[in-house]
């Protein structure tokens, strides 16, 4: 049955295409990253108005660290930028912001920000937006098969291991709240893979693949995917 008003709780974003952005415009690949900033800022609104329960937008990966130094540096640069201009508002419209990815690893500076971000908005119980940040998916899923065997090793938790439990040991679990598996992953520029974003907890995601760059990705491109979600025929693999 189509509900012509329901907004799906967890919504992904894989912001692709800066880089081809700024190169489009002579600029250099910064430029596409300070622009993609802006273009996630209007996300995180419309998601918050809507009424999506949880927004992730993958925003570093632990492959990204083969860019130049000059890239990834201009990267955490604008992270500080984006905490100094958005923290009162994050605040104001009640949203609670959570990083999934092993952030330990990020400049120093970047991490004062970001932690001073996590900080100011754990008690609000909007929106919650989970940044993915030096995430990968492979390397989350070896976490927490670690974490499990150390558990069991020292009494915590007994085999054998369950779905459950190796979910609760992502990023996406118990430390982050339990976030619910994403219901719909978008991503822009083209591309058509997932980059190891999420491969556990996508397992019956909906995919929607749109050619515009993330820094042209806009509120209204936006509401009409989560109109054309709306129309998909999720089936669980049952029978109709
Ligand atoms: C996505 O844009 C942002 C990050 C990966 C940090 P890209 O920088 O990958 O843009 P393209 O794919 O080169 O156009
Ligand atoms: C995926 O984009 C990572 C982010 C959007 C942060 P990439 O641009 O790094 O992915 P590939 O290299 O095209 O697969
Ligand atoms: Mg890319």
Redesign the pocket.
């Known amino acids: 049955m189509i509900n012509s008003n329901y907004v799906p709780s967890h919504v992904a974003i ?10 489009k415009r002579f600029l250099p ?1 910064a430029a ?2 300070n622009a ?1 900033m802006k273009a996630m800022k209007e996300i995180v609104k419309a998601a918050s108005t809507l009424g999506v329960k949880h927004l992730t937008v ?4 632990t492959e ?1 660290w083969k ?1 130049s130094q000059e ?1 990834v540096g201009a ?1 955490f640069k604008l992270l500080i930028k984006y905490v100094k201009s958005e923290l009162m508002e994050l605040n104001q419209n009640n949203v609670k912001v959570k990083v999934l990815g092993d952030y330990s690893a990020i400049p120093e500076a970047a991490k004062e920000s970001l932690e001073q971000l996590l900080e100011s908005t754990k008690n609000n119980t909007g929106l919650q937006f989970n940044i993915a940040l030096n995430y990968g998916s492979r390397m989350e899923i070896v976490r927490a098969a670690n974490a499990i065997n150390e558990a069991i090793s020292k009494g915590i938790i007994c085999g054998p291991i369950t779905e459950d439990m190796l979910s609760s040991y992502l990023y996406t679990g118990v430390e982050n709240g339990s976030i619910p598996d994403p219901e719909l992953i978008i991503r822009t ?1 083209g ?1 058509q893979r997932l980059s190891n974003f999420l491969l556990w907890q996508c397992a019956y995601t909906e995919f929607f693949f749109t050619d515009t ?2 820094p042209d990705f806009d509120k209204d491109e936006f509401e009409r995917i989560l109109e054309s979600f709306r129309n998909r025929d999720r089936r669980f693999g049952g029978r109709k």
């Open positions: 894989i912001m692709d295409g800066n880089g081809r952005w700024a190169e690949r596409g990253h993609g993958y925003a570093f990966s990204n860019r890239e990267i520029s591309e760059l993330w």
